[in-house]
């Protein structure tokens, strides 16, 4: 599997993004609005990561990214399996 992993990140199938200082305030921010889900560190830089690069499309088991938004107001696309 590391060696699959590998690969993928050498024909740039897969991009690995780094969480900055400065985006800690909006992912304190996204747990905030979502406390009623509650929205847990990993979904809140999922959906950062979707309002920097304008990625909507998502494969995941989790209904919550059913209800999440990308800056507020743009839905993900939900893969289905």
């Given at each position: 599997m590391q060696k699959q992993l590998g690969q993928l990140l050498l024909e740039k199938l897969l991009i690995i993004y780094e969480i900055q200082e400065s985006d800690y305030m909006r992912l304190l921010?996204?747990?905030?609005q979502y406390h009623?889900?509650?929205?847990?560190?990993?979904?809140?830089?999922?959906?950062?990561l979707a309002e920097k690069t304008g990625y909507r499309q998502i494969?995941?088991?989790?209904s919550d990214f059913l209800f999440?938004?990308?800056?507020?107001?743009?839905?993900?696309?939900?893969?289905?399996?």
């Open positions: 921010a996204l747990m905030e009623y889900r509650p929205m847990d560190l990993a979904d809140a830089t999922l959906v950062l494969l995941t088991l989790d999440y938004r990308i800056n507020d107001r743009d839905t993900f696309k939900v893969i289905s399996v």
